[in-house]
T-cell receptor, first 112, second 114 residues
Framework: DAKTTQPNSMESNEEEPVHLPCNHSTISGTDYIHWYRQLPSQGPEYVIHGLTSNVNNRMASLAIAEDRKSSTLILHRATLRDAAVYYCILQNSGGSNYKLTFGKGTLLTVNP | DTAVSQTPKYLVTQMGNDKSIKCEQNLGHDTMYWYKQDSKKFLKIMFSYNNKELIINETVPNRFSPKSPDKAHLNLHINSLELGDSAVYFC?????????????FGPGTRLTVT
């Protein structure tokens, strides 16, 4: 499975934008970039995914580098509820299964 | 309406016992998964079923046996429980087809083996 590298932790202030980076230099052409988050004592929650183009949804935006070797999850206005571990995961769409291989993720702390 | 539900939420048992965790999804998905999150918070896939057929079986002791009676249910039975089995177990579901699909996770079952 292609690997991703994320900072162990980041800190933000409430109502400010947050940019969570992810490096995936060994990404293949059929790998989708997924982001999940896990709030304390809850199951992981899907945030967003993309292949080549930048993506927006109600939760966040995903900016993908032109060479696809890195991406950034953008939370436009962080709230206290966004404090969680954020996982950047590559999922191969060409395979016969869709397992997610979780890394350590980035622990996001949001200060009031 | 709960999309992916698991029972029980907490399970405390002694070594050597046999226990089951149940999972149900009402999303109409055809693929279900079991993940294990250990004390160091690493999440690892254990099993996956698609239309009641086992499609992922990671390196898991054969004391763990998944069972899928239908597309909406995936249960996990664990025999001869050991201390190292203590963890949070998450069930998830997704659609399966061309491309990629997000997975929806349940709230988890915290298993404590004493």
């Amino acid at each position: 499975d292609a690997k991703t590298t994320q900072p162990n932790s980041m800190e933000s202030n409430e109502e400010e934008p947050v940019h969570l980076p992810c490096n995936h230099s060994t990404i293949s052409g059929t790998d989708y970039i997924h982001w999940y988050r896990q709030l304390p004592s809850q199951g992981p929650e899907y945030v967003i995914h993309g292949l080549t183009s930048n993506v927006n949804n109600r939760m966040a935006s995903l900016a993908i580098a032109e060479d696809r070797k890195s991406s950034t999850l953008i939370l436009h206005r962080a709230t206290l509820r966004d404090a969680a571990v954020y996982y950047c995961i590559l999922q191969n769409s060409g395979g016969s299964n869709y397992k997610l291989t979780f890394g350590k993720g980035t622990l996001l702390t949001v200060n009031p | 309406d709960t999309a992916v539900s698991q029972t029980p939420k907490y399970l405390v048992t002694q070594m050597g016992n046999d226990k089951s965790i149940k999972c149900e999804q009402n999303l109409g998905h055809d693929t279900m998964y079991w993940y294990k999150q250990d004390s160091k918070k690493f999440l690892k896939i254990m099993f996956s079923y698609n239309n009641k057929e086992l499609i992922i079986n990671e390196t898991v002791p054969n004391r763990f046996s998944p069972k899928s009676p239908d597309k909406a249910h995936l249960n996990l039975h664990i025999n001869s429980l050991e201390l190292g089995d203590s963890a949070v177990y998450f069930c998830a579901s997704s659609s399966r087809g061309r491309g990629t699909y997000e997975q929806y996770f349940g709230p988890g079952t915290r298993l404590t083996v004493t």
